[in-house]
């Protein structure tokens, strides 16, 4: 991770020194919807896929550059909150016992996209944006609820994510915006390209195979600063 935090300093240090045109800093304020797509291996069974959307919001700072012409790149640092709440499912025939599930997500961001403006009218510019985001978990934990009659007092029990996922995750993002003047609006979709799972053997074999952390976003924002 330390290797990895160096390189995020390093490419933000180039690109600064790359800005020849126009620059702005700005905040921005978004809704986000993360999505975990999981193999979970479950002892005795086959590995089941499991696809869980995540509600949030993101709140940031950005730098926006503009190189060469239209061609440029856009860097921000955010915080993401995020959770997903299940109803009451029960465990077996009958009501009781049952249970539910509250997701809590925390993270820190530092999305780096290559972007292009065209110009489509006065101070009106058309965005169109790659490029990769490197994600650090803060917090990701179930908050697991169990009831086993309905006079019976609920039972609370939390698991840490952490505890079989990665903390590091890193994503690629495709995207559009729009700008005008010194606002503008940016959404796209981030794709999980590393696998998100500790290793973890189980009968000498890597129980946990597959999985990726994925993410739509959309952010509004204004420009602070303009140089």
């Keep these: 991770m330390k290797k990895s935090i160096l390189f995020a300093i390093l490419l933000c240090n ?27 291996p479950v002892q005795g069974q086959e590995t089941v896929f499991n696809s869980t959307t995540y509600n949030g919001f993101k709140v940031g700072l950005v730098y926006d550059a503009t190189i060469v012409k239209g061609f440029g790149y856009s ?3 955010n915080y993401t909150f995020a959770q997903n709440h299940n109803k009451w499912e ?7 016992p049952r249970k539910k599930t509250q997701s809590f997500y925390h993270q820190l961001e ?6 292009y403006k065209f110009t489509i009218a006065k101070d009106t510019w058309l965005i169109l944006y790659t490029g990769p985001t490197l994600q650090f978990g803060l917090s990701f934990r179930d908050n697991i609820y169990n009831q086993n009659a309905s006079n019976e007092t609920i039972t609370k029990d939390s698991q840490n994510k952490y505890d079989n996922l990665k ?11 729009l700008q005008y003047q010194r606002y503008f609006v940016r959404g796209g ?16 074999h890597d129980i946990y195979t597959r999985g990726r952390f994925d993410q739509w976003q959309i952010k509004l924002g204004i420009y602070l600063w303009d140089k």
């Design 189 to 204: 979709y981030d794709f999980g390209i590393v696998n998100p799972y500790k290793e973890q053997m189980f009968a000498g």
């Design 14 to 40: 180039t690109l600064l020194a790359m800005a020849e045109n126009r620059q702005f800093i700005g905040l921005q304020l978004g809704f986000t919807q993360p999505i975990t797509r999981l193999n979970e």
């Design 167 to 177: 903390v590091l995750n890193v994503t690629w993002g495709l995207g559009a915006g």
């Design 110 to 115: 530092i999305p780096v996209d290559w972007q």
């Design 90 to 96: 029960k465990k077996g025939d009958y009501e009781y």
């Design 75 to 77: 860097i921000g640092i």
